[in-house]
């Protein structure tokens, strides 16, 4: 049956359909051809069960804040701010690029608009040091990747409605593995800086940074506002992200006048596009997974790959290759959807935290989606710098193993990932 499926998921996307196509038909003509004695209208009621979750309302207006922001000049003034405190230091401005693209990751909660917004304005101030291209912009799509651990991130919604697990939770769960890396973005930075003998910038009077700190105290009150109503239970995720709307219009259109209200029907038109197309996604995922544990693949794969009693380690290992094989090649978004209906029912058997489970998902997201040959961020990067393909990949394979080695980190201890629950328990 599974090479059925595959083989029909691969037919469809080699005649050029998009993903949602074969994602819908795959599941359907199995369990016609596997399930006879099925309806039809099961299958599609698991189809609409899958936008009905609640959470969900979440993703679109995550989406739209996101845009507001990325038309207006945050990511801007989030440079200005951390550049003002550290771009005189050796990498000053490298380490400037992974904070403020983590800093708009938590914004956004996108890649590839963290690319966009960052990545432009960063491109240029590292050209006036002295990095070139093959430097520059493998750490800009590498630290953009940084938006899908740290919160609020779209992949850890669509896990978390996959799954049934907290947003909440893995929201916070995910500030801790996003800080190491990016602090391993950081020492890196540092460390290639004095070995190339690249240049920065001079340094800020206190005067300057105390300019630079009130133009980004508003946005940077942003993942504050998000996650601490979050931590403290003020609200929960989707009403977090309701607000983020409200907050982002106030920001932009009112206090820095940025972004005008004329410019606000065409920034929600892409945000619903973009809405549009990942609810088609879980939709068509929720229809594939109820296939597969209706077909018991799950369990077949526990005795195929992991054997009769798998450690935890070994179980997380086989997912992070999983995952990072898969969105290597597809969104993903996809690969989540796909996936972790295989791996998760194997992984709470094993007794795994569906918590830390969902954090290596969305990291292997993450490094899969700046991996040739089709991250997704790689072919955004093209895109925007103008670049060809061999010149942006040349550059990204050490901020690749870097994340490799925090993925191993994670997976030898898990705990790291649940740091959170020790302040919950006090």
Excluded at 109 to 123: I, L, N
Excluded at 164 to 191: D, K, R
Excluded at 296 to 301: G, R, S, T, V
Aim: overall charge neutral; glycine content about 8%.
């Amino acid at each position: 049956m599974i090479w059925v499926l595959l083989g029909i998921m691969f037919l469809f996307l080699f005649l050029g359909y998009p993903m949602m196509v074969p994602l819908f038909l795959a599941p359907l003509v199995v369990s016609l051809i596997y399930f006879p004695e099925l309806e039809l209208m099961v299958f599609i009621q698991q189809f609409t069960l899958g936008i009905k979750t609640f959470v969900l309302l979440a993703v679109p207006m995550f989406i739209f804040a996101a845009d507001i922001m990325s038309a207006g000049k945050t990511s801007t003034r989030l440079l200005d701010f951390v550049g003002s405190f550290i771009g005189h230091v050796r990498g000053g401005y490298a380490i400037t690029t992974a904070a403020a693209c983590t800093l708009f990751g938590s914004i956004s909660g996108s890649t590839q608009a963290t690319v966009v917004a960052v990545g432009k304005p960063m491109r240029e101030r590292l050209s006036s040091v002295g990095y070139k291209d093959k430097q520059s912009i493998p750490l800009i799509i590498n630290a953009s990747d940084l938006a899908l651990i740290v919160p609020p991130s779209v992949a850890m919604i669509v896990y978390g409605v996959v799954t049934g697990t907290s947003v909440g939770e893995l929201f916070i769960a995910g500030i801790v593995p996003g800080i190491i890396i990016f602090l391993l973005f950081a020492i890196y930075s540092y460390l290639l800086a004095h070995y190339k003998k690249l240049g920065n910038q001079r340094k800020s009077s206190w005067r300057e940074r105390w300019i630079a700190t009130k133009k980004a105290l508003l946005p940077l009150g942003f993942p504050v506002l998000i996650i601490g109503g979050i931590y403290s239970g003020l609200f929960s995720p989707t009403e977090a992200a309701a607000v983020s709307v409200l907050y982002a219009l106030t920001l932009e259109v009112v206090v820095y006048r940025d972004v005008q209200l004329k410019d606000i029907p065409k920034i929600a038109e892409s945000a619903a596009i973009v809405t549009a197309a990942v609810f088609i996604l879980v939709a068509s995922g929720t229809a594939l997974s109820w296939v597969l544990a209706y077909a018991k693949l799950p369990q077949e794969m526990t005795q195929a790959i992991l054997g009769a009693d798998p450690s935890q380690t070994y179980v997380l290992f086989i997912v992070a290759v999983f995952f990072f094989i898969g969105c290597m090649f597809v969104d993903p978004l996809v690969v989540i959807i796909i996936l972790t209906p295989i791996f998760y029912p194997i992984a709470m058997d094993a007794g795994i935290d569906p918590i830390a489970l969902g954090v290596i998902v969305t990291l292997q997201a993450a490094i899969g989606s700046a991996t040739p040959p089709f991250g997704v961020d790689i072919f955004t990067a093209i895109a925007v710098f103008q670049r060809p393909y061999k010149e942006i990949i040349k550059g990204i394979w050490p901020y690749i193993l870097i994340m490799i080695a925090a993925s191993a980190l994670f997976i030898l201890f898990p705990e790291i990932l649940t740091l959170y629950r020790n302040v919950y328990s006090e």
